[in-house]
Nanobody, 124 residues
Framework: QVQLVESGGGLVQAGGSLRLSCAAS????????MGWFRQAPGKEREFVAT???????YYADSLKGRFTISRDNAENTVYLQMNSLKPEDTAVYYC??????????????????WGQGTQVTVSS
C-alpha cells in the first residue's frame, strides 16, 4: 500500500508561483513513476506532468515552460513547481503513483495510487 499526501496548494494572484509537494510512503518510491493531474470544477481530470524513476519528465503541451516536475528519492517526495499561474490553472491538483511502470505515464488509469488532492486557486 502506498500513501500519498499533497501539500502546498493555496490562493495566489495571477502571475504568481506555487510549489506543490507530494510525500509518499513505501520503501520503493524510487522505482515509481509519479504524476500530477488536476481537475477543475465541472471538468474531467487532466494530465499535468509525469516523472520516471530515472528523472525523465513529460508535460501536457499547454503547460510546458510554466510547470516543472521533480523528485527527491531520498525524501520520497515529488514536486510540482508552477510559475506564471493563470486563473485557468485553478483546480484540485492530485499526485499519483504508478508502481512497476516502464516509462512515463500520462493516463490516469495507468496510476495505482492517488493522493487526496490540494486546492490551487488563482485569482485574476
Amino acid at each position: 500500500q502506498v500513501q500519498l499526501v499533497e501539500s502546498g496548494g493555496g490562493l495566489v494572484q495571477a502571475g504568481g508561483s506555487l510549489r506543490l509537494s507530494c510525500a509518499a510512503s513505501g520503501r520503493t518510491f524510487s522505482s515509481y513513476t509519479m504524476g500530477w493531474f488536476r481537475q477543475a470544477p465541472g471538468k474531467e481530470r487532466e494530465f499535468v506532468a509525469t516523472i520516471t524513476w530515472s528523472g525523465n519528465t513529460y508535460y501536457a503541451d499547454s503547460l510546458k515552460g510554466r510547470f516543472t516536475i521533480s523528485r527527491d528519492n531520498a525524501e520520497n517526495t515529488v514536486y510540482l513547481q508552477m510559475n506564471s499561474l493563470k486563473p485557468e490553472d485553478t483546480a484540485v491538483y492530485y499526485c499519483a503513483a504508478a508502481i512497476w511502470a516502464l516509462g512515463y505515464k500520462t493516463t490516469a488509469n495507468d496510476y495505482n495510487y492517488w493522493g487526496q488532492g490540494t486546492q490551487v486557486t488563482v485569482s485574476s
